[in-house]
């Protein structure tokens, strides 16, 4: 019970932020560091998800030879301006590649 307790209190503050972030005045969201931040984070959270998920395993430090060809595969193609879902695409089967050809 105390695990649904806990899901109530993060929808309700996920809510409430969404909420605050509707409510809050266009002066301050027109603010120059505020618009700079709210480009900066989302890019920066998702470099962080993509090192936790690329060089972790069972939350110890382990580097994957398989997973570090996907993700430069999708670095190349992202280069090439190539649409999302082919970077995708590109990725999983580099990856599987990989993992087929090491082992």
């Known amino acids: 019970m105390t695990l649904w307790w ?3 209190t993060v ?4 809510y409430a932020l969404k909420l605050a972030g509707l409510a809050a005045p ?5 603010h120059p560091v505020v618009s700079r ?4 984070v989302p890019v920066a959270l998702l470099a962080a998800l993509i090192a936790v998920q690329m060089f972790s ?5 382990r580097f994957d ?11 190349i193609a ?3 301006r190539a ?13 599987a590649l990989a993992r087929s050809f090491l082992g």
């Open 78 to 80: 992202l280069l090439l």
């Open 65 to 75: 030879l398989a997973r570090t060809a996907g993700l430069g595969a999708a670095m």
């Open 83 to 95: 649409p999302f879902l082919v970077v995708l695409a590109t990725a999983a089967v580099i990856t």
């Open 26 to 30: 266009r002066r301050i969201l027109d």
């Open 37 to 40: 931040f709210a480009e900066l």
């Open 6 to 8: 806990a899901i109530a």
């Open 11 to 14: 929808c309700l503050g996920c």
């Open 57 to 61: 395993e069972n939350g110890e430090l």
